[in-house]
């Protein structure tokens, strides 16, 4: 019962990912070329009703549903990690047409070459933690 | 019989959605996590496979109580149930179409790829058709699903967050980090997008 309402969590994630064709490869094909608002429409009011939510709960002080005062993990302070990690991300993120959400939403829906996706992402993490203390951050 | 208004109800999910429908529902999915006590972020799940499978033994990275992650997993979990609903469900009257703007159409004549494939307005597939096991054995399905997948996991893990937690959570949050990290995905992005696509496609 604990775990299953993150189940539909993610349940409601994969239909408005998918229905929005946030999934699509095409549209990130198109939102590279700005040739559409279609995903920065997506982007935009998710992060602006978001912004919205975040101040609510901090002026509010609001409560999570275990009774913890729900808190925000500041980043580090810091741009070599962000800039370079997001570059390398954004490579692959237009040349494969999906970033880890839609990967597991494509693979429910039936794509199973995806497994190899997963695998490879999986290989690049671990290659990041091993390399993790050589690289700058 | 299914009472007429439950099938009039699925045939209004089963229109393809617009922005204003699809961003603010992705802004109440992380309000829901936050309001469970977490934060929205899904790449963490490869970082949490690796630690399971055993990944402690070779860098503590992989050294940390992913045991605790395990609602993360049931979030994955639930999207690729959702991903099955969606496609095998609420399929959009036209079928499974992603429905791109007429300059895109336009300028994917320019690849010769998908010159080759000569789509029109309106055919354009949701799912493109490297996404299979008989293109994963040419050099460009390779590059794209292997490499694409190495690329993501190895950038999200460096830049501590992939779509999810740096351009939703960090954002919402208005975290700096988050700000420079989307840059880097745009900055990667039209890289890839402007400079190598001329050369895969």
Request: proline share 4%; with cysteine; net charge neutral.
């Given at each position: 019962?604990?775990?299953?309402?993150?189940?539909?969590?993610?349940?409601?994630?994969?239909?408005?990912l998918y229905k929005s064709e946030a999934v699509s490869w095409f549209r990130i094909y198109e939102m590279?070329?700005?040739?559409?608002?279609?995903?920065?429409?997506?982007?935009?009011?998710?992060?602006?009703?978001?912004?919205?939510?975040?101040?609510?709960?901090?002026?509010?002080?609001?409560?999570?549903?275990?009774?913890?005062?729900?808190?925000?993990?500041?980043?580090?302070?810091?741009?070599?990690?962000?800039?370079?990690?997001?570059?390398?991300?954004?490579?692959?993120?237009?040349?494969?047409?999906?970033?880890?959400?839609?990967?597991?939403?494509?693979?429910?829906?039936?794509?199973?070459?995806?497994?190899?996706?997963?695998?490879?992402?999986?290989?690049?993490?671990?290659?990041?933690?091993?390399?993790?203390?050589?690289?700058?951050? | 019989?299914?009472?007429?208004?439950?099938?009039?109800?699925?045939?209004?999910?089963?229109?393809?959605?617009?922005?204003?429908?699809?961003?603010?529902?992705?802004?109440?999915?992380?309000?829901?996590?936050?309001?469970?006590?977490?934060?929205?972020?899904?790449?963490?799940?490869?970082?949490?496979?690796?630690?399971?499978?055993?990944?402690?033994?070779?860098?503590?990275?992989?050294?940390?109580?992913?045991?605790?992650?395990?609602?993360?997993?049931?979030?994955?979990?639930?999207?690729?149930?959702?991903?099955?609903?969606?496609?095998?469900?609420?399929?959009?009257?036209?079928?499974?179409?992603?429905?791109?703007?007429?300059?895109?159409?336009?300028?994917?004549?320019?690849?010769?790829?998908?010159?080759?494939?000569?789509?029109?307005?309106?055919?354009?597939?949701?799912?493109?058709?490297?996404?299979?096991?008989?293109?994963?054995?040419?050099?460009?399905?390779?590059?794209?699903?292997?490499?694409?997948?190495?690329?993501?996991?190895?950038?999200?893990?460096?830049?501590?967050?992939?779509?999810?937690?740096?351009?939703?959570?960090?954002?919402?949050?208005?975290?700096?980090?988050?700000?420079?990290?989307?840059?880097?995905?745009?900055?990667?992005?039209?890289?890839?997008?402007?400079?190598?696509?001329?050369?895969?496609?």
């Open positions: 019962m604990k775990l299953s309402k993150f189940i539909l969590v993610g349940l409601l994630f994969g239909i408005v590279f070329h700005f040739q559409s608002f279609h995903m920065y429409g997506i982007i935009c009011s998710a992060i602006a009703l978001g912004i919205g939510i975040v101040q609510i709960i901090k002026w509010r002080h609001l409560k999570s549903l275990e009774g913890t005062e729900i808190t925000f993990n500041p980043k580090d302070k810091t741009v070599p990690r962000y800039l370079i990690g997001g570059f390398i991300f954004g490579l692959g993120w237009a040349l494969a047409g999906i970033c880890p959400g839609p990967m597991f939403i494509l693979l429910g829906s039936g794509y199973t070459v995806l497994i190899v996706f997963l695998s490879t992402a999986m290989l690049g993490t671990f290659l990041y933690g091993l390399l993790r203390k050589y690289l700058p951050h | 019989m299914v009472p007429e208004f439950l099938i009039q109800i699925k045939d209004f999910i089963s229109q393809p959605w617009p922005w204003w429908v699809g961003g603010p529902m992705i802004a109440i999915i992380m309000f829901l996590l936050l309001w469970f006590g977490r934060e929205f972020g899904i790449s963490a799940n490869f970082r949490v496979m690796c630690a399971a499978d055993g990944a402690g033994d070779f860098a503590d990275f992989f050294k940390f109580d992913w045991q605790s992650q395990g609602w993360n997993l049931m979030v994955a979990l639930g999207a690729m149930f959702g991903g099955y609903i969606a496609a095998h469900y609420f399929m959009s009257p036209d079928g499974a179409v992603a429905h791109v703007s007429a300059a895109t159409v336009e300028s994917l004549q320019k690849l010769e790829y998908f010159r080759e494939l000569n789509y029109q307005e309106g055919q354009v597939p949701l799912i493109p058709p490297f996404y299979s096991w008989e293109a994963l054995f040419t050099w460009r399905g390779l590059l794209i699903i292997a490499g694409g997948g190495l690329l993501v996991g190895f950038g999200a893990r460096y830049a501590g967050g992939c779509t999810s937690g740096h351009a939703i959570s960090g954002m919402s949050a208005l975290q700096l980090g988050s700000l420079i990290a989307v840059i880097g995905f745009f900055l990667g992005g039209l890289t890839m997008t402007y400079l190598l696509f001329p050369l895969i496609f």
